[in-house]
């Protein structure tokens, strides 16, 4: 499988962010501070991703093997752009050693670990019900000034731009100039997956329009068939 499936996390917070200023954005949703290496108290947030013009979420674990997988193509493609990205890793891990190992080898923050309070992990349950995040890998993009969503499919973004400079910078800058919005405006992925389910289900159940579907598709071939025989008779007459 390509995703690993985590544990439902819930949380008595709120799922959205709250209408902040753009300074303030960053340490509601992350906390006050950052981890920038295993077994450290962390610095402040607002410093650890300042100056950037894109924060990427990473949501993985090292238990998860597509994640080990795509770490490395993101360590990469961190090294070109992270003049105007930052990435703040959210970790699924639930100890310490497993979280250190896998994090130790990350050029980038993460949150504190949900397993070291309730606090925490409240924090990370928000993050993710925010995100509708329901497997792992995942990478979220957010406007480094707002906090704004941008896309919640950078994974298969950053893996098509895999292996060529260009393709990468070009990727950043189409993540700059998109138009950026409030998570609870934003269709993330999820959204978009439930309305074709829910399209599809609205079908099923009314056998009316399963019938003139049906009687649609065939019109169409009959009308495809006529026009293939008026075709080969124009032909025979030349």
């Given at each position: ?6 544990p439902r996390l819930t949380s008595s917070l709120a799922s959205a962010m709250t209408s902040k200023k753009a300074a303030d ?214």
């Amino acid at each position: 499988s390509s995703v690993c499936h985590t544990p439902r996390l819930t949380s008595s917070l709120a799922s959205a962010m709250t209408s902040k200023k753009a300074a303030d954005w960053s340490t509601d949703l992350f906390g006050p501070k950052l981890l920038t290496k295993p077994q450290t108290t962390g610095v402040p947030t607002a410093s650890a991703i300042g100056g950037k013009k894109l924060v990427v979420l990473y949501f993985s674990a090292s238990w998860c093997p597509p994640c080990r997988q795509f770490t490395p193509k993101l360590i990469e493609f961190y090294e070109i752009c992270k003049d105007e990205l930052a990435v703040v890793f959210v970790s699924s891990d639930q100890d310490e050693k497993s979280f250190g190992d896998y994090f130790g080898k990350m050029p980038w923050c993460a949150t504190l670990p949900s397993y070291t309070n309730v606090e925490n992990r409240e924090r990370q349950g928000r993050l993710a019900n925010m995100f509708k995040i329901q497997g792992i890998p995942a990478v979220v993009v957010l406007d480094a000034k707002t906090g704004h969503f941008i896309t919640d499919k950078a994974r298969a973004e950053v893996m098509e731009a895999d292996g060529s400079y260009r393709s990468k910078k070009a990727l950043v800058q189409s993540w700059i100039s998109k138009e950026a919005l409030p998570v609870d405006q934003a269709v993330l992925s999820t959204d978009a997956d439930n309305i074709l389910v829910k399209l599809v289900k609205h079908i099923l159940t009314r056998p009316a329009y399963i019938f003139g579907i049906i009687f649609l598709v065939k019109r169409f071939l009959q009308f495809l068939e006529e026009m293939g025989k008026e075709g080969s008779e124009e032909g025979k007459e030349l």
